[in-house]
């Protein structure tokens, strides 16, 4: 197993992505702590996982939070290797940073975006950080996405926070590249999420061939239009690349932003058709 006693941190792991994320990484021997702003499901996570684990609450937002988490992890397994910062999605403005045109965009939807989807990583990053210098060599994996990377004039501030996720991660790259610390982004493209969902609901209200669709079927729709290969992409997609790069197999790989989007990127964008 290439991670074996290895000490990873997952934010935003309690389902979804991050659960894809940290199932891959205890598959290759990692010892991991959870960290979702939902205790409970954190700690329910961690039970499942069939190795040493933690569940611990935090919204990865708030700074302080942030660093407490991470040090409760490290408390408990007496050190830190990989840091994956996943925590993202929508807070309770997330509808409001919805555009096209960009002037439907309101202030609390921007600062909602810019909060759990860049901050989270920003206090993620900057609680590791630390740690893997103490430990002299780490990796650290921040969760992006394809809209950073092509552009999306329907969410537009998730966009923008999603590509300072990318920027991040290059700027750390060339920092902690002396100290051995690797930084990377992995930038999903379609993954039935509760994100997709909310996506899903807003073009049934907004895109007449989809009015009488069922949320599902529109992302797999969307799925069939955008992606070369013809399939979603799942987290257990996300979470081998995780294992890889935070594995010695990637250790001369960093400052990189890797797409998992069955070729999406190699055309103009997810919702190049949708008007």
Known sequence: ??????????????????????????????RIGIVDIDGAEAESAAAGLGVPALGVAADMSH????????????????????????????????MLSVGNPFTRVEEAGWDDQLATNLRTTFAGCKAAIPH?????AG?????????????????????????????????LGLELGPKNIRVNAICPGLLWTRAWEMLSMLLKMSVPKYADMEPRDIFLDQVRNATPLGREQTPEDIGKLTAFL??????????????VDGGITLRVGPTRDVE
């Open 246 to 259: 935070a594995s010695a197999d990637g250790q001369n790989i960093t400052g990189q932003a890797i797409s």
């Open 1 to 30: 197993m290439r991670l074996q006693n290895q000490v990873a941190v997952v934010t935003g792991a309690a389902r979804g992505i991050g659960l894809g994320i940290a199932r891959c990484l205890a598959a290759e021997g990692a």
């Open 63 to 94: 700074e302080r939070e942030a660093a407490a988490a991470v040090d409760a992890v490290v408390e408990r397994f007496g050190g830190l290797d990989i840091m994956v910062n996943n925590a993202g999605g929508g807070g309770p403005n997330s």
């Open 132 to 136: 893997l210098e103490r430990r002299g």
């Open 139 to 171: 990796s650290i994996i921040n969760i992006a996405s394809i809209a950073g990377i092509t552009p999306n004039p329907t969410i537009p501030a998730y966009a923008a926070a999603k590509a300072g996720v990318i920027h991040l991660s290059r700027s």
